[in-house]
C-alpha cells in the first residue's frame, strides 16, 4: 500500500542521529519564548497555549523544510493565520452534522476560507520544495561528500530534505507526496506538541513538590548553569521530566480519539467486527479507567517507573497511538517537549494561576481547553 511504503521511505527520517541534529532548533526557538513570556511574568494569570503554539510552529517549519517561519515575532503572520484557520474548519467539518455533508459544506463560506488557506499553505511549501530541489541539484559532489555550507558548518537535514533525496536516489516518491508528507509533518506535529506542553506546564504548576524534584534534576544536570543548552545526552538523562510528561500525556492525550479500518473479518470478545468497519479508540477514557489506573484523575509521574509500566499492558498507554501505524514522530515529539518544558524551567517557577483555573477540555480532534490553559510566571533563581 501507499501509506506502507512511505512509512518505510518516512522511518529513517527519525532516527536519533537525525534528530540530535534538531536541538538546536529546538533551543533557538525555546529561547525566543523565553523572551516573549517576560511580559508575562509577574502576571496572575498567562493562558500559555498561544505562546506554547507559535513556538511549534516556528520548530516544525524549520525542522520539515528548513525555513524560517518566525511566528513568534509575527513576521510570517499569512502562513501563521491559515494553519490555524485550517485547524479552525477540520474541527468545525468533524462537529457539525451538516457540514460534515459535502454537498452542502461547498455551499458554505467556511468552504472559500478553506480554499483560501490552503492555497496560501500549498503555494508556500510548494515554493520551498522547488527552492530547495534546485538548491539540491547544483550541490556539487565534494559538497555533498562533506555534506557542509558556505562557513564550513555542518549541514542540518530538514525532513524535506530526506525526502527530495530519496526520490533523487530512485525512490518511487513525487513531488505531490511530498508535499503532503511535509504538510502533514506540519499540522500533525505542531498541533500535538501545543497541546503536550501546554499541559506539562499547566501539571508542572499546580504540583509544586514535582516541579521542584524535575528542577532538581536539571540543576544536577547543567550544573547550575541555566545558559548552557542541552546536548541529546542531556535529554535522555531527564528521566524523571520524562515520567512527568509521560502522566501529563496520559491526563491530556493530545490526541483523544483515534480511528481504525478493519481489513478483514475479526472476533473479539465473541462479537464478530466486519470488514471495512471504522472502530474508534478513546485514550482519554482508557488513560482514566481505575481498571488500569488506580486513583486515576491523580497526577503520579511515579506511574512510569520502569516497574510501574513493566505491569501494565504496552496497550494501556497509547498517547502516540500503538500499533503499526503509532506515530511516527513521537521521539521527535519527546525530545521537543524536554527541550522546551527544560528550557522554561531553568528560567522561570510555575505556579497555579490566580484564581485558579482548571482547564475545560474542549471535544476536538486535538485536546485544547476552551478557557485557555492558565499558570502564573514568576523568574526563577537557577
Known sequence: TKWRKHRKILTPAFHFQILEQFLDVFDTFSDILVEKLKKESGKDSV?????ITLCSLDIICATAMGTILNAQEGTNSEYTRSVKEMCRIFVIRIASAIKSSDFLYYLSLDYQKEKKALKILHNYTNSVIALRKEQLKNVTKVEKEEDVDDCGIKKRKTFLDLLLQYRMDGQAISDEDIRQEVDTFMFEGHDTTSSGISFVLYCLANHPSVQERVVGEL???FNDD???????????EMKYLEMVIKESLRLYPPVPLYGRTVHEDIEYDGVIIPKNVGIGFNAYALHRSPNVYPDPDKFDPERFTAENQAKRSPYAYIPFSAG??????QRFAMLDMKSVVSKLLKHY??????????????AETILKSSTGINIRLKP???
Do not use: H, M, V, W
Request: net charge positive.
Open 226 to 236: 541555566k545558559t548552557r543548552n542541552a546536548t541529546y545526552k542531556d535529554l535522555q
Open 219 to 221: 540543576r544536577t544536570l
Open 47 to 51: 493562558d500559555i497555549y498561544p505562546y
Open 349 to 362: 517557577e510555575l505556579l497555579p494561576s490566580i484564581p485558579q483555573r482548571e482547564p475545560t477540555l474542549a
Open 380 to 382: 526563577r533563581k537557577f
Open 324 to 329: 503499526p501505524r503509532n506515530c511516527i514522530g
